[in-house]
């Protein structure tokens, strides 16, 4: 298992050295349970902050069930159930006293299909400051909307059209207003669930542009099917399979020299 | 060779079957004869309808028009106001009934000493012109000592006459109105003195035993009081009742015990309702009888489940991605309801409440229980009242052998279904204004 596998993917993200990092999130023996079925086994990750890790595997690998882990989106679910530690900053997630509303400001999502609210564009970057109380008054959150527009890339576009319904856009224009939502309400982690996948190959390039973006500014979690994808945005990767966290390091490391077979079964196409 | 043969065949004989012209044709035989039946259901409903529509209307337009006399009275003073006080009590007494009849033998120019005359002119005009004339008077009591020229309403059995609904060769004996007086509608009709006006009356006046004196007011204030309850009542309940249900109960055996109870209460036929508002808000509860309040009451149990089933169907159409979003965002449960499931939901729960309503409007068989068929010919001021409602009163007055009775059914009839009408365009209406175009 030693020395460099033949990967047919070119990691191309901009490397960032390990030291001048430091953990945004801790995950320690995570495990989820749908009724009986475990879904998730003892997951234990580090995620380091302004930097993008991936998270990749074949479908139903657990990678989306640990994600919406972090910003506790499996709530939702009636018969799901977490256990383990899961600490953003070292505050534990789970910990009661910690509202989950707050949380999920904290920690913005971005979805796999786009989902922007049947309102205006204004209105769908708006709506998260505007509930949070994180503005005093409406040329602030004029301000805020502009912002996050901006940041998102989407502003040029429809500064015209602030007040026409967001879900009129095109697919990518449309993720990239979720993003800009997700922004608005100032996290510190940005969660997206194959943000790409319904988007075409120019929408998919302009949102990974935007995510490297980003990192500088976040702690992006991404979770892909397209392993090229996690090679040309992220920093780290960590690679799922069958409920299990099989690998995580660099992302050159986990493309070049995967410690695991199964990871380097995957990455060289074998399966999934 | 042979085993080659026997392989082949199968596929071939499968190709021939598909190939088969008369397996075609039967086919499109079968299709034409589908589309033809259901055509001819829908033909044959819609048959139905204009029928049914059409014996209504025939029978009930006539209702909108009522015989009035015209007649040029003299309010006297000496028999309205005597004393010259213009005491309010005093106006109140005067028989004006008798104004009305001297007017009308002055017009007639009939000798009014003959008794069977007299009889026969008593006969001509409708005990409702004491009240036409009294309300006159009240609301300008200058007119008193002068004469006035006014429509006074006309007897039923001459409206019938006019209407073409009394035989003129039944002898007169058996004739609810004598030769004398058909002849003195001919004359007058001919003079232009008796004619069909539009009826107002249908729609102010309350319950009377004289079919030209009764109208629909009494029962459309009853019906409007009981919608607003019904509204009040049963489309918050219903609405927060769906919105648990769907958002935040958990789903269990308890849940599901609730939504087949619900599901069922929607089929319960409606008279059971009437018994359960009669045993509990009657007997139990001891609120007063023939009120309106608890028929919006009862109407309001009935319409629950309706309401609530079309509130959790449209909030069940909501699609998911929009909630996830809301909560991605950070908003609360409760911020996510109401700021974007149910502006979404909007339109489905709008036209399951207007269904509802219309239901609940139609519906006759509760309010008898309640005893809603009641004789009220005064105007309820507050729920509490006595009242009667739209379609009890169209079963009351179909019960009612003469021939104003019959019509004024018919014309009630129409009424009720242009409310319908006007609730059901105002249901589409407001579908396609609330609905996000986006």
Redesign the interface.
Known sequence: MDGQVQSPIPVTATPVADTKQKVKLEARKVSVFYGAKQALFDVSIDVMDKAVTAFIGPSGCGKSTFLRCINRMNDTIPICRVTGDLKLEGQDIHDPSLDVVELRARVGMVFQKPNPFPKSIYENVAYGPRIHGLTRNRQELDEVVQTCLEKAGLFKEVKDRLQEPGTGLSGGQQQRLCIARAIATRPDVILMDEPCSALDPIATAKIEELIDELRKNYCIIIVTHSMQQAARVSQRTAFFHLGVLVEEGATEDIFMKPVDKRTQDYITGRFG | MAQETIVDAAPRQAMRGLNDPTLLKRRYAAERRFRIIGLAAVLFGFVFLVVLLGSIVANGWSAFLQSSIKLDVQLDTAIIDPTGKKDIDELYRADYTALARKALIAKLGVDANARPVRRDINGMLSRGVDVQLRDMVIADPTLIGKTVTVWLLAHGNVDALVKGHIDRAVPQERRQLNDRQVSWVDKLHASGDLKRRFNSGLFTFGASSQPETSGLGVALIGSLFMMLIVVLLSVPLGVAAAAYLEEFA??NRWTDLIEVNINNLAAVPSIVFGLLGLAVFINFMDLPRSASLIGGLVLSLMTLPTVIIATRAAIRAV?P????????????PM?TLF??VLP?ALPGILTGTIIGLVQALGETAPLLMIGMVAFVADYPMTPMEPATALPVQIYMWATSAERGFVERTAGATLVLLGFLFVMNAVAVYLRHKVE?K?
């Open positions: 958990p789903k699609p991605s929009i909630r996830e979003a809301a909560l991605g965002v950070g908003a609360s911020q700021h974007h979404l996000r986006w």
